[in-house]
């Protein structure tokens, strides 16, 4: 017969859950924090990247020419197409894969704890777990806002393109709100979702960058504290691994994300195979990883700067929070 729970017992308990609430929370601002300030530092290389996926393969040209033809039309301002929904867009998507990843770690610890293990640092499985518990969660709340991103990046070059010659005033780009509205006016709600499958699949990029990076980090942490430029080559090591074998399925989401956007047939749609199967017909194999260069050192970058940024505003807010509770 189990003992009863005295009401000491209960007030650790609910302490205990708000503590570890407390610190999901930590976690999801620091890394939203770090986030923003790397997608900052990095963003002209998602541009370049992004527009060379797309713009490359309508003009059937090579991603360097791709890329010069778009630093030629729109110089240093047009790096920076769609950065306001995209900052919006990565603060809101790493603050829910950390809550969510460091809710699951907790339950994961608390496991391990019940059952005796020595050890409560994650397994590679549990890390694989728990990263895609954090990964589908962020990509079904997410993926409309990088829709609108995709969209607001790849027409930016289009406005820039077909601008009128003679030295008239070239169109304004659409604000993030205006290109929502037409998006949602012209293709309906379920265009939002573009994408969605290989974005689902995309899940098993962040599961590799961070399984490797924990499991780095727990080798490290055998020996020393693990400082932010550790974190940060860390997490380059975790991204670049994860971003090179992943790379054909992030071409096909934004080819997928810009479809009803001017493509061959307008407002078509196709699946994730048929995506696929075009890209191969009409461009080889390479046309999987059209962009990869700027893409893999955006990535690396950003990554490696995000867990450096993260540690540091993470560190700030315990400091914080127990400077506070000793007042």
Do not use: C
């Not at 209960?10 to 999901?24: P, Y």
């Not at 806002?145 to 790849?154: D, E, F, L, Q």
């Amino acid at each position: 017969m189990s003992q009863p729970v005295s009401k000491d017992q209960q007030q650790k308990a609910v302490a205990a859950a708000a503590a570890q609430q407390s610190d999901n929370i930590a976690h999801a601002l620091a890394g939203a924090g770090g986030g923003i300030l790397s997608m900052v530092l990095t963003y002209p290389l998602i541009t370049l990247s992004t527009r060379a996926q797309v713009e490359s393969a309508r003009a059937h040209s090579s991603t360097l020419a791709a890329i010069r033809h778009i630093l030629a039309r729109e110089g240093f301002r047009g790096l920076y197409a769609g950065l306001e929904s995209a900052l919006f867009g990565i603060s809101v998507t790493n603050f829910v894969y950390y809550y969510w990843y460091e809710w699951t770690r907790s339950v994961f610890e608390k496991a391990a704890i019940k059952a005796g293990r020595a050890s409560k640092k994650l397994t590679t499985a549990e890390s694989m777990i728990a990263g895609a518990i954090a990964g589908s969660a962020t990509v079904m709340i997410t993926n409309p806002i990088w829709v609108v991103n995709t969209r607001m990046t790849a027409r930016r070059g289009e406005a820039e393109k077909d601008s009128l010659p003679g030295g008239a005033e070239k169109p304004k780009a659409k604000s993030t709100l205006a290109t929502l509205m037409e998006l949602l006016k012209k293709e309906g709600p379920a265009a939002l979702f573009s994408g969605v499958l290989p974005a689902l699949i995309l899940v098993i990029n962040p599961i590799l960058q961070y399984t490797f990076f924990e499991q780095l980090k727990n080798v490290v942490e055998r020996r020393r504290r693990v400082t932010p430029t550790d974190a940060f080559y860390l997490g380059a090591a975790g991204k670049l691994l994860a971003t090179s074998i992943t790379y054909p399925y992030i071409t096909v989401k934004s080819r997928m994300h810009v479809a009803g956007s001017g493509g061959k047939k307008e407002g078509e749609k196709v699946s994730l195979n048929e995506s696929m199967r075009r890209i191969v017909r009409e461009e080889g194999w390479g046309g999987l990883y059209k962009g990869i260069g700027p893409k893999v050192s955006q990535s690396v970058l950003t990554a490696a700067f995000l867990f450096a940024f993260k540690d540091v505003l993470y560190d700030s807010m315990v400091a914080l929070r127990r400077r506070g509770v000793k007042n």
